[in-house]
């Protein structure tokens, strides 16, 4: 059993800069890849970043690129996800995902295990 535990979250203001941690569990991390997914009230949870299993891979969705960087650290079974230039439109519930295999993917079903989440707030 493998268990994502993120952490980073908090409150920021506009333009500020939060860095999400997702530590896992176990001795496979580096055979997977990683996802960064978002869900805010009331909307569907989206993907918002992937790295492939040894970070030579990387995919930002429009509204990230730019802004946020994934990177990983296999040596600590880590992920994270650095935001920068926060806007009011990017709170919400970020959750760390492990890929059913070597490549992150845009659609949640490819995913198999999940962090709880932790909560970003950007105010205006």
């Known amino acids: 059993q493998v268990q994502l535990v993120e952490s980073g979250g908090g409150l920021a203001q506009a333009g500020g800069s939060l860095r999400l941690s997702c530590a896992a569990s176990?001795?496979?991390?580096?055979?997977?890849?990683m996802g960064w997914f978002r869900q805010a009230p009331g909307k569907e949870r989206l993907c918002v970043s992937t790295?492939?299993?040894?970070?030579?891979?990387?995919y930002y969705a429009d509204s990230v690129k730019g802004r946020f960087t994934i990177s990983r650290d296999n040596a600590k079974n880590t992920v994270y996800l650095q935001m920068n230039s926060l806007k009011p439109e990017d709170t919400a519930v970020y959750y760390c995902?492990?890929?059913?295999?070597?490549?992150?993917?845009?659609?949640?079903?490819?995913?198999?295990?999940w962090g709880q989440g932790t909560q970003v707030t950007v105010s205006s």
């Open positions: 176990g001795r496979t991390f580096s055979r997977y890849g």
């Open positions: 995902a492990r890929s059913k295999g070597p490549t992150g993917w845009v659609a949640h079903r490819d995913y198999d295990y």
């Open positions: 790295i492939s299993y040894n970070g030579g891979n990387t």
